[in-house]
C-alpha cells in the first residue's frame, strides 16, 4: 500500500485546512486509517482514525470539535477536514494505513508527512 498526503501549509490562528492521503497498491487489504502527528522531538500521536469503509471515526480529545475525518468507502482518499486550528497544532501530520491479510498478518504504512504551521 503506498499513501500520498496532500494539504499542509501555513494557515494563520483560527483558520482551516483540509489534508488528504490517497491509497494505492493493495487497498481491499485495509482495515483502518488514520491521521498522526509528530511535534520536535516527540513521539508520532494519533489524531483521529476511521475504518477502512470509513465509519466509526474516533478522536483525540485535544481535535474532538474541531477536526473531522472521513473517508466515502474503501475506494476513496481520506481527508482531515482541520478548523479553528490553534498554533499549538504545529506539527508533520502522517496518513497511516494499518491491512490485515492471512498472508502478511497485520502491516502498518505511512505517508511521507506533510508540514501544519499555525500562526498566532
Known amino acids: 500500500v503506498q499513501l500520498v498526503e496532500s494539504g499542509g501549509g501555513l494557515v494563520q490562528s483560527g483558520g482551516s485546512l483540509r489534508l488528504s492521503c490517497a491509497a494505492s497498491g493493495n487497498t481491499f487489504s485495509i482495515v483502518s486509517m488514520g491521521w498522526y502527528r509528530q511535534f520536535p522531538g516527540k513521539r508520532r500521536e494519533l489524531v483521529a482514525d476511521?475504518?477502512?469503509?470509513?465509519?466509526?471515526?474516533n478522536y483525540a480529545g485535544s481535535v474532538k470539535g474541531r477536526f473531522t475525518i472521513s473517508r466515502d468507502n474503501a475506494d476513496s482518499p481520506m481527508y482531515l477536514q482541520m478548523n479553528s486550528l490553534k498554533p499549538e497544532d504545529t506539527a508533520v501530520y502522517y496518513c497511516?494505513?494499518?491491512?490485515?491479510?492471512?498472508?502478511?498478518?497485520?502491516?502498518?504504512?505511512w505517508g511521507q508527512g506533510t508540514q501544519v504551521t499555525v500562526s498566532s
Open positions: 497511516n494505513a494499518e491491512t490485515y491479510s492471512d498472508y502478511q498478518g497485520a502491516t502498518a504504512y
Open positions: 476511521i475504518t477502512g469503509t470509513g465509519s466509526n471515526p
